[in-house]
Every structure is written in structure tokens, then in C-alpha cells.
């Protein structure tokens, strides 16, 4: 795929699965909804989690998007590389935009209303935010394979 259909992919789907590696080698995933902003993609993942304590560990992860047909065709997918690392919103202001975001992104107004209210009750979820260094995509359509 080529970049530009890579970023189109990434608009398009709204799931992602991020994948790491546990400190005993085992391997661990977990899908997540998620914002692209420039080469950072944002995660709202559980910061005391099992990816959370990964992340300690090893912060390299890879990040998968996926779109297929249901006999796997025709299909598309893009797979993300970099750091991640969680991050604190300055403001329940910042962490309520990003929630609107959000429900603006899969369609769902008030999706996240319990989790909004939480903030504004004052507990501000960290953000995931993994900043992307390598990119490859590959699909059965017109274009094959590309890798930056």
C-alpha cells in the first residue's frame, strides 16, 4: 500500500489492535479505538492495565489496523511501529475534547458521556500516545506492499 493509502485506511477504520510484548516474552494484544495527529496515534487504554505495565517493560509496540471482506477479500491491512507512552491531559478540558473527538470519529454522539462525566467529576484518564517511526501496509487490491 502507499502512504496515502495507508492514511486513507487509518481515517477510514475506527479499531485498532496495539501489540506488545509482556517482561516473560509473552506476547499481548489489545484493540482500541484511536486519533492520528500528524505521526502520533492516540489510545484511550486502561493505564493500570496489562498493556500499561507492558509498556513499562518494553515501550516499542505495534499498532495494527485491519479491513477485510468476510471471505478475506478484498482486504487492506497497515501495521504502525514506534513508542508509546501514556500521558497526562493537562485539563479535563483537553481530555473532553479528546472524548468528542472520539465520539465524532465512530459516529456515536455521547458514547463516552459516562467517562466525560467522570472527568468533569474530576478523574482525567491518561492518553496513550504512540508516536509512530515505521509504516507498512499491504493490500490485495491494485497497489501490493509498501514500507517506510
Known amino acids: 500500500m ?5 492514511e486513507t485506511l487509518m ?19 489489545t484493540e482500541v479505538t484511536y486519533l492520528c495527529q500528524n505521526n502520533t496515534i492516540l ?12 509498556l513499562t517493560h518494553c515501550p516499542r509496540v505495534c499498532f495494527k489496523i485491519c479491513d477485510s471482506g468476510p471471505l478475506s477479500r478484498p482486504f487492506r491491512a497497515a501495521s504502525l511501529f ?22 465524532a470519529r465512530v459516529g456515536e454522539q455521547d458514547r463516552y458521556a459516562v ?10 484518564y491518561p492518553v496513550l500516545r504512540i508516536n509512530v517511526e515505521r509504516i507498512a501496509g ?4 491494485e497497489s501490493r506492499h509498501h514500507e517506510e
Open 2 to 6: 502507499t502512504r496515502h493509502e495507508i
Open 11 to 29: 481515517t477510514e477504520i475506527t479499531w485498532g489492535t496495539l501489540c506488545g510484548v509482556l517482561p516473560d516474552g509473552t506476547p499481548y494484544a
Open 43 to 54: 489510545c484511550l487504554s486502561h493505564s493500570k492495565g496489562t498493556m500499561a505495565r507492558y
Open 82 to 103: 514506534g513508542l508509546a507512552a501514556f500521558h497526562q491531559p493537562s485539563s479535563c478540558e483537553e481530555m473532553i475534547d479528546l472524548w468528542r473527538q472520539l465520539e
Open 115 to 124: 467517562a466525560r462525566q467522570r472527568c468533569l467529576d474530576g478523574k482525567i
Open 138 to 141: 499491504i493490500t490485495d487490491r
